[in-house]
């Protein structure tokens, strides 16, 4: 604004609005094939160009920076059109995403014409491709989506074709909006009858074709919405198990099917192939239902999405199935993982049966006044980290055969140890509480808690006899007196020490006063 005042009256008059619009709105554009937007230009963009495809990215993002190259990719291909792209980094322009209800992590959005509050939803786009795709989808009509249906058949990559008797229909229209939302997915509209007359089939049908075989079929009706016929195509474009990676990621958390059954298992274990097998067959049962997915727990890059589940490698093999609407999620209780169990498993949760797995019981009544005591997960750490009692827990499974054999085990340690009221035996559901706890190994687990203020777990795993039990308690204890005696030492230390900071700064204030 100096510069401004020594260029004079005349000088100023002439630039005073160039330089207010400056000053509202910072400087234009980035020049280039993508805009760099952000809070002080973002509107003049929106009136420069017709159509303005915004790109909402965290910079840490893998997908992106996937997203960010699709972008500079069609963006050297719309050069010189009205379609101009840009990105907005939402971590620096947290306003500019606030103001505009960026919510997202991969937002994509198409303003018209400077309309700054109604914009469309471009779908995450896997390519380059896709974005063209989408906007010539977009712009055109189902005219554009007739091909030759011999080209269609012998593609390697799944292609969805409209067969249609009338291509004035309100079915075609439906066909050609799917089509719009799906850029990634080749479409086709024909009306010829050697197509349908060799599936067997009539007219207002949709086909799923890959390399001449026809993978499923879906036949039009008044009822079916643009949502329907999409999560038909994107449910039958997948396997019906798909393995959790990074590449299959977007489309598994993005599919119209909410209900997702989630296999973790070691796919190096010598049952992966069996169990496996039995969780495909029971995935076909389920189509547009349950998507099925299985997670590797030995692949690393797992780690996070274990961590959500709260399942631990050793855990594995197990299903969870989750309601990505509401997140609740269930357990199937069987150590059996054979078809048959599989899907019983999945009709008691889509007929509301099933028990949601949650992060604790409730406390039963009396569940102190037996022998063994029954923890849920609200209990487990206060009674095993009471440091003035020794506390011994089998962790179980109901469902396991293994677990119920040591039951009967565990009552005769309580008996044995019913005078020692330093001593408490416990028991806790590890399938229905969580266990937020460093552990090893599988259940059923044996645990001892020993009497300190250090919350320590020593796992058991001699023989499962009273006898060898009650030799590993009292050695464990002898361990836990010794350790004692050294933290109570440091403890009454610090006691003192903090009293004596605490008289020194009440000297103090006395001084001051």
Known sequence: MKTLRLLGLTA?????????????????????????????????????????????????????????????????????????????????????????????????RLYLAGDKHNPVTCPVPQSSASILTWLKRRAGSAADLIADPSQSESSEELTVVGSFKELDHEYVRVFYDAAVDLPDVNFAVTQSNEVITKYGLSHDVVLLLKQSKLIQAYKMTPETSKEMLIAFITVYQMDPVTEYTGQTATRILTSPVSSHALLFVNKG????????????????????????VWVDVDEPRNGRLMEYFRVR??????????????????????????????????????????????????????????PVKELVGMTLEKV????????????????????????????????????????????????????????????????????????????????????????????????????????????????EAAKAEEAKQANQTKDEL
């Open 384 to 495: 095993g980290f009471n440091p003035n009692k020794t506390v011994f827990v089998l962790f179980y499974l109901p469902y396991s055969a293994e677990s119920r054999a040591l039951f009967p085990l565990w009552e005769e340690l309580a008996g044995a140890l019913k005078d020692r009221e330093d001593v408490v035996v416990a028991r806790i559901d590890a399938s229905a509480n969580d266990i937020n706890m460093s552990m090893q190994g599988g259940y059923p687990s044996l645990c001892l808690f020993p009497a300190l203020y250090a919350e320590r777990v020593v796992v058991y795993t001699g023989k499962r006899k009273v006898k060898d039990l009650l030799k590993f308690l009292d050695k464990e204890m002898e361990k836990a007196k010794k350790y004692r005696v050294t933290e109570d030492e440091d403890r009454r230390k610090y006691i």
């Open 12 to 108: 100023f008059c002439l630039c005073a609005f160039v330089a207010a619009d400056n000053r509202a709105e910072g400087p234009p554009p980035e020049e280039g094939d993508v805009l760099q937007l952000k809070k002080g230009n973002f509107n003049r963009a929106l009136r420069k160009n017709k159509q303005l495809l915004v790109h909402f990215y965290a910079p840490l993002s893998g997908e992106g920076h996937r997203i960010s190259a699709a972008f500079e990719g069609a963006a050297a291909e719309l050069r010189g059109s009205e379609v101009k792209l840009a990105v907005v980094d939402v971590a620096k322009e947290k306003d500019l995403a606030k103001e505009l209800n960026v919510t997202g992590l991969a937002t994509i």
């Open 313 to 370: 490698d050793f855990e594995a093999p197990l299903i969870r199935l989750v309601n990505l609407t509401d997140h609740v999620t269930y357990h199937l209780p069987s150590d059996t993982l054979d078809e048959r169990t599989i899907k019983a498993f999945c009709r008691s949760y889509l007929e509301g049966e099933a028990k949601p797995k949650m992060q604790s019981e409730p406390i039963p009544e009396g569940w102190d006044e037996q």
């Open 269 to 292: 274990s010598a049952a992966f192939k069996e169990i496996h097998s039995a969780f495909s067959g029971a995935a076909e049962s389920f189509r547009l239902k349950i998507l099925f």
